[in-house]
């Protein structure tokens, strides 16, 4: 069962403009969300995290927003550049203070276009 | 400290063969995990450890998975008997407790079971 979801394999915009990354859940005891990017032939780097208790973070160009009723969160990033290009991956755990194992969604291509 | 390392990069092996991977965690975290990433994936969890204590295991790490972290220190991860399902992308990641930040990822070792 795919408790993490990400339904758009790819994304394309263009420079300067907003970059939108979507991502579903489907069990209510998420309570701490978080984003990382990953370039070719390197490990995923952390980007961007919220708690349950928030409904918005932001850091800089990321803002990730957190509907907890719809089970939706999603990733802004204003203005996007060519250097954002990557893959997206969106991750969920439950349970603060456990094990810290995350449940990560399929990920989203995105393309910035110069 | 340059981060998570990974050993080897890059391995390719015949099936029924058995394989070791070696991973060095950021020297202050005590926790480590292992994840295996297949294309058009997210990282799936397999193991983690907290110091030595190896402490949950996924039910992907079947009988043929075996992992370790002596002293705390570094882990290996050994497939015995490879199967060419084992074909993936095997990823190490650490973090201390405080959950904040999310975990540092290794490069990764990608394995090739031919």
């Known amino acids: 069962d795919q408790q993490v979801k990400q339904n758009s394999p790819s994304l394309s915009v263009q420079e300067g403009r907003i970059s939108i990354l979507n991502c579903d859940y489907t069990?209510?005891?998420?309570?701490?969300f978080l984003w990382y990017k990953k370039y070719p032939a390197e490990g995923p780097t952390f980007l961007i995290s919220i708690s349950s208790i928030k409904d918005k973070n932001e850091d800089g160009r990321f803002t990730v927003f957190l509907n907890k009723s719809a089970k939706h969160l999603s990733l802004h990033i204003v203005p996007s550049q060519p250097g954002d290009s990557a893959v997206y991956f969106c991750?969920?755990?439950?349970?603060?203070?456990?094990?810290?194992?995350?449940?990560f969604g399929q990920g989203t291509t995105l393309q910035v276009k110069p | 400290d340059t981060g998570v390392s990974q050993d080897p990069r890059h391995k390719i092996t015949k099936r029924g063969q058995n394989v070791t991977f070696r991973c060095d965690p950021i020297?202050?975290?005590?926790?480590l995990y292992w994840y295996r990433q297949t294309l058009g994936q997210g990282p799936e969890f397999l193991t983690y450890?907290?110091?030595?204590?190896?402490?949950?295991k996924s039910r992907l790490l079947s009988d043929r998975f075996s992992a370790e972290r002596p002293k705390g220190s570094f882990s290996t991860l050994e497939i015995q008997r490879t199967e060419q399902g084992d074909s993936a992308m095997y990823l190490c990641a650490s973090r201390t407790t405080a959950f904040n930040y999310g975990y540092t990822f290794g490069s990764g070792t990608r394995l090739t079971v031919v």
């Open positions: 020297s202050e975290h005590n926790r």
């Open positions: 450890f907290q110091n030595e204590a190896q402490l949950e």
């Open positions: 069990n209510s005891m998420f309570d701490y």
């Open positions: 991750a969920a755990s439950h349970g603060s203070g456990n094990t810290g194992k995350l449940i």
